[in-house]
């Protein structure tokens, strides 16, 4: 199975560790990945500002990177969301087949590859972080304001993780206050927003906040280190890449 | 006067974090009275599915169905005034009032006069209304708007209604019971009813085929109001009508349940024509109806049936209170609803949001509330409404984005978020990112180098 893999731009930045895992985890599943060196950035960020017009140039260089595979997957819902919704450019064929074939991980490891078991090994408790792009956006999990039979995919692989213990937070799928530019447009509330998604995983007593996306776990962890909290942030994908040490 | 935006009027809100707490569990509490009811119900999803349908058909047969009501109204001994715009509106029940000699009047819950600006309109006439709603009796007595469509005094607590009660119902100063001070604003509201020379209340469905429209209340007061009073004018928006009665079966039944959690209001009135020697008056309002509904992208906004689920669920709502949205009508809604009225007076409200889609699917009638904060922002940002140093910022990271090898440089030079996202500098003032927050720390490599030196063959 041919995968292109796509490492949103702030992962490839700031958290390599998160697309090592990725890659790795994709391989270990018998997935031939490729990384396309060309690769920069979704457009979301200019796109959720109200940019969208400029992200013409971004769109195009994420077609020409991203034709020609089978699957693209990426671990962040939101970015997968945002090609799936606004990936536009000038072959509409080409366009349309990456928008129908690009994969959130977690959507990606339970929906095709089908994954049943994994060889992982993560002895700490963990609070799962509910992304909202993943969740309303991609349908990963059930949601708390429809009447649907409850699923989660990123809570179905936690559970074939050895030894970690999975906690929820008191509101299950509230928005921790990232939102794109809103972190810092809005810096008030979206801080608020992130101490109060902490303050229930604490009463949890985790030690590790994990999700699907680097971008909530990046708003979350940068107030956690301000208040020199000992909580970690991790991605999933770097859970269920670890192994028995 | 000029208006705080969002972002800065939140940040003054959240300055009192206790109280912001506050704020956000009350809210919290009615969104989950609302999940209760709604898992209560086996056909929940189908009945918001037939809810928006019913909405679309109508709002595709606007024209055809206006007319009709106007005829039955007519029919029943109403009255039919029709309103382009809020000064319209304003002059219509100026003009009953006038015609009538009439000096005091009530109001129920009617967010379209508040949309109007009608209290102040008439104030300045020298005409005094009551709102009987006693949250809106509250803020009047405060000379704010309301913070909430259907909770309109929600950012207060009792002791504040205690302190406005005693500055102007003479109730005793620190008693906070809240048996005692409703049953201030009862003995204070009777009066006013039995002096009332005109009610106006509101519409929530004007049904097409029979020219009858129901009002719902928690406390009675419409019909308090329009039953006592000689004159009733009921003030409406044009897209409160529903086709049919039985339609009443399908939102009756969700309003009630999406707004508080409750099976259904208190009241649920039914008026179809003036009792014996009384008058009502229908005034139908466009205000900025019509536009929107040729809006391609945001005419479905016009599907609300104002039960405020959207400000419940919504966190950033909960966060920052309905005053800091600036309008009559807060919240995400509002946020939909207000810069078709005024582009630019409320570009900042389609970006007081994280798109966290939670709105939308609360939404009983199925407006893609994100969807349209989304398009909203497009729309604001090419007919210019928005900061000359975002724009830069914006074409910045645009043209860097858009050449791989200018952002590889970009990232390996500093690596790189600083040169891409400007606003992550770490100092306070010129970074809100590290106000509250550590920057991220910065890896020697990128995963792009990584990949480099460890798997590309």
Redesign the interface.
């Known amino acids: 199975m041919k995968v292109g893999l796509f490492i949103p731009c702030y992962i490839d930045q700031f958290y390599p560790q998160v697309g090592i895992a990725t890659l790795q985890l994709l391989e270990k599943a018998g997935c031939e990945v490729s990384f396309p060196m060309n690769q920069t950035c979704c457009g979301q960020p200019m796109a959720n500002s109200g940019f969208a017009a400029l992200s013409k140039g971004c769109d195009q260089n994420f077609v020409d990177n991203f034709s020609g595979f089978e699957y693209i997957v990426a671990p962040s819902g939101s970015c997968v969301l945002h090609i799936k919704e606004h990936l536009h450019g000038a072959d509409e064929e080409k366009v349309n087949y990456i928008r129908s074939h690009i994969y959130e991980l977690t959507e990606f490891l339970v929906d095709v590859l089908q994954l049943e078991n994994l060889e992982a090994n993560f002895p700490h408790k963990v609070g799962l972080h509910i992304s909202c792009h993943g969740q309303r956006g991609l349908h990963l999990s059930s949601m708390s304001e429809l009447m649907e039979p409850a699923f989660s995919k990123p809570e179905k692989l936690l559970g074939m993780v050895k030894g970690l213990e999975l906690t929820k937070p008191k509101r299950p799928d509230e928005c921790c206050g990232f939102g794109g530019t809103f972190c810092v447009f809005e810096e008030a509330v979206s801080v608020k927003m992130g101490k109060d998604r902490i303050a229930e995983h604490a009463a949890n007593d985790v030690a590790f906040i994990t999700a699907a996306d680097t971008s909530c776990l990046m708003h979350l962890e940068g107030i956690l280190k301000r208040n020199n909290s000992t909580t970690k942030t991790i991605h999933i994908a770097e859970i269920l890449n670890s192994s028995i040490a | 006067m000029k208006l705080q935006t969002?972002?800065a009027a939140?940040?003054t809100f959240?300055a009192d974090?206790p109280r912001?707490d506050w704020h956000?569990e009350t809210l919290?509490f009615v969104r989950s009275k609302r999940?209760k009811a709604?898992?209560g119900?086996a056909e929940?999803?189908a009945l918001r599915e037939w809810a928006s349908k019913i909405k679309e058909h109508t709002l595709s047969n606007l024209d055809n169905y206006l007319i009709e009501f106007e005829e039955k109204a007519k029919a029943n001994g109403v009255t039919v005034h029709w309103a382009a715009n809020g000064a319209e509106h304003n002059q219509i029940v100026f003009d009953i009032i006038r015609k009538n000699n009439i000096q005091k009047i009530v109001k129920s819950k009617s967010m379209l006069t508040e949309e109007c600006g009608l209290n102040e309109y008439l104030h300045v006439k020298g005409i005094e209304t009551v709102d009987t709603d006693l949250g809106e009796r509250i803020v009047q007595f405060r000379n704010e708007m309301p913070s909430h469509i259907v909770l309109p005094a929600i950012h207060l607590k009792k002791e504040d209604v205690s302190e406005t009660f005693h500055r102007h119902l003479g109730t005793e100063k620190g008693n906070n019971d809240p048996q005692y001070l409703t049953e201030a604003a009862r003995q204070h509201l009777r009066s006013k009813f039995i002096e009332a020379g005109l009610a106006i209340t509101g519409v929530n469905f004007a049904i097409a085929e029979t020219g009858g429209f129901v009002v719902c209340t928690n406390e009675g007061n419409a019909d308090m109001g329009a039953h006592a009073a000689p004159i009733h004018i009921a003030c409406m928006g044009f897209e409160k009508i529903i086709p049919k009665a039985e339609h009443l079966a399908v939102f009756l039944r969700l309003l009630a349940r999406s707004a508080t959690g409750q099976p259904i209001t208190t009241y649920s009135s039914h008026f179809s024509k003036p009792g014996a020697g009384q008058q009502m008056h229908i005034v139908i309002v466009d205000n900025g109806r019509s536009k929107q509904l040729g809006r391609t992208d945001f005419r479905n906004s016009l599907k609300c049936i104002r039960c405020a689920a959207c400000f419940n669920?919504c966190?950033?709502y909960r966060?920052?209170g309905g005053h800091s949205y600036h309008t009559a009508v807060s919240g995400p809604i509002g946020s939909i609803l207000n810069p078709n009225l005024d582009m630019k007076a409320n570009a900042d409200l389609?970006?007081?949001?994280?798109?966290?889609?939670?709105c939308?699917?609360?939404c009983p009638v199925k407006i893609d509330i994100h969807q349209q904060l989304?398009k909203w922002?497009?729309v604001?940002?090419?007919e210019g409404y928005?900061s000359a140093g975002?724009?830069i910022g914006?074409?910045g990271?645009?043209?860097?984005?858009?050449?791989?090898a200018l952002?590889r440089f970009s990232?390996k030079a500093v690596?790189?978020?600083m040169s891409?996202?400007p606003?992550l500098f770490r100092t306070k003032k010129l970074?809100?990112?590290y106000?509250?927050?550590?920057?991220?720390?910065?890896?020697k490599?990128?995963?792009?180098?990584?990949?480099?030196q460890n798997?590309?063959a």
């Open positions: 969002h972002a939140a940040s959240i974090e912001t956000d919290w999940d709604a898992h119900i929940w999803e669920t966190p950033v966060r920052s389609p970006f007081a949001s994280t798109l966290c889609g939670s939308s699917n609360v989304w922002r497009q604001i940002v090419s928005v975002k724009k914006m074409k990271m645009a043209f860097v984005l858009s050449k791989p952002y990232g690596r790189s978020f891409l996202f606003f970074n809100p990112w106000r509250q927050r550590q920057m991220p720390e910065a890896p490599q990128s995963f792009t180098d990584w990949y480099k798997k590309k």
